[in-house]
């Protein structure tokens, strides 16, 4: 682990060096210890386990803008110990980089990619409302873009991504399978005339593929939105469009088989159709309190499951400074996936999952801070009947100051 971290810094530093000079640069080392009580770390409905959780976050950050260039590298490696169950102890690591380049003044080209290795069972739990078991999971992810301008009011981009994910230690009989997709997306956007701010439409359609062990499903759509900047300190952008996915999935039954046997036999199935999906954001970020708001209702790719879902999710996440150095913060968010019987698999969810966090935070020291907070959870399992209950308090320290500037 020692040799990848020394690898990896050397690579920032070279990358570094390679671009300047820079307009902004930043090589920045961070580090953040965490002491959590989970009162139910699988989200069991009857069997609960609980447990107190010492995580340690140590990271390596580097930001390289100029006129032209625009680079992030980034790593995470944290440890986590359970004092009750030490059998999930565990290591995630978390590597991303990305980088937009200007080559002509109407002209910029982009990439991304990342690799997530965790074990964490509620690890999606703020984004997606799904939970899991401990199995570890590696996830990957790549990306390209490009984007043209036509003339001061329209442009045009076009986005490639990439992403696989692979689970490890998986038991015969469950639902979790790896899965890979790719997706083509193309847009188009154009300043409207506005009495008050920045209004831009946009006009975006696309295609996606999401290839499960047992499913695969294509995904085609088109939406048209709008992006408004009222102030500085207020932005939105929302759109709504039409989807149409076509799944092919196998489909486990009982039927009698020659000479007369009852046994389990397996199906290949098809399924299509329409539906509506729309997206909505609004940021505001003021002297005082900042606060943003997303609402989504689309198809997604869902870990830990057998294929995709339509998923309806709603987060909040603001903050107050009520002193100079304690801040006020709440995140809150609530998500449905749902897949009827057959639908996109051949198997059914329908899971809604609510989140409620506040906490407070306190910059005592330049650079550290030290913040606390709750976190409850409440996950309702319609397909099964069932719900599950998490408390998790938490207490951290966290400190990050630029070494290079």
Do not use: C
């Not at 083509?184 to 154009?190: D, E, H, M, P």
């Amino acid at each position: 682990m020692a040799q990848k971290w020394k690898a990896a810094a050397a690579l920032m530093l070279v990358l570094a060096a390679g671009t300047a000079p820079a307009d902004e640069f930043k090589l920045t080392p961070s580090v953040a210890v965490r002491q959590e009580y989970n009162s139910n770390i699988f989200f069991d409905t009857s069997d609960e386990k609980d447990s107190f959780i010492t995580r340690v976050k140590p990271g390596l950050e580097l930001l390289n803008r100029t006129e032209r260039l625009d680079l992030r590298l980034a790593g995470y490696v944290t440890p986590f110990y359970y004092w009750d169950e030490s059998d999930l102890n565990s290591v995630d690591q978390d590597y991303s980089g990305r980088v937009n380049y200007r080559l002509t003044p109407l002209v910029t080209i982009g990439a991304d990619a990342g690799v997530r290795v965790d074990h964490q069972p509620d690890r999606d739990l703020l984004t997606t409302g799904l939970t899991y078991t401990d199995n570890r999971r590696i996830q990957q992810r790549y990306g390209g873009k490009a984007s043209w301008m036509f003339t001061e009011l329209m442009s045009a981009s076009v986005a490639y991504g990439y992403t696989r994910e692979d689970w490890r230690g998986v038991d015969a009989g469950d639902d979790i399978e790896d899965w890979d997709s790719h997706s083509v997306t193309l847009g188009l956007s154009r300043e409207l005339g506005a009495a008050r701010g920045v209004t831009v439409g946009l006009l975006n359609a696309g295609w996606a593929e999401y290839d499960y062990e047992t499913s695969k499903t294509d995904y085609y759509f088109g939406t048209v939105g709008v992006k408004h900047r009222l102030t500085e300190i207020f932005n939105l952008t929302a759109d709504v469009g039409a989807r149409y996915t076509d799944s092919d999935f196998k489909v486990q039954s009982l039927a009698i088989v020659p000479p007369g046997v009852l046994a389990v036999i397996t199906e290949d199935e098809n399924s299509s159709g329409w539906g509506g999906i729309g997206h909505l954001a609004v940021e505001y970020a003021g002297e005082r309190a900042r606060a943003s708001l997303a609402a989504s209702h689309d198809i997604n790719a869902a870990s830990g499951t057998s294929g995709v879902v339509q998923r309806t999710g709603v987060t909040f996440n603001g903050g107050y400074l009520w002193l100079e150095k304690l801040r006020v913060g709440l995140i809150a968010s609530a998500f449905r996936n749902k897949s009827e019987n057959e639908e996109f698999t051949g198997t059914e969810i329908n899971e809604y999952t609510y989140n409620f966090i506040p906490s407070l935070r306190w910059e005592f020291y330049r650079d550290v801070t030290l913040e606390a907070g709750y976190g409850f959870t409440y996950v309702d399992d319609r397909t099964e009947d069932g719900n599950a209950v998490r408390s998790l308090a938490f207490i951290q320290l966290a400190y990050g100051l630029p070494l290079l500037e």
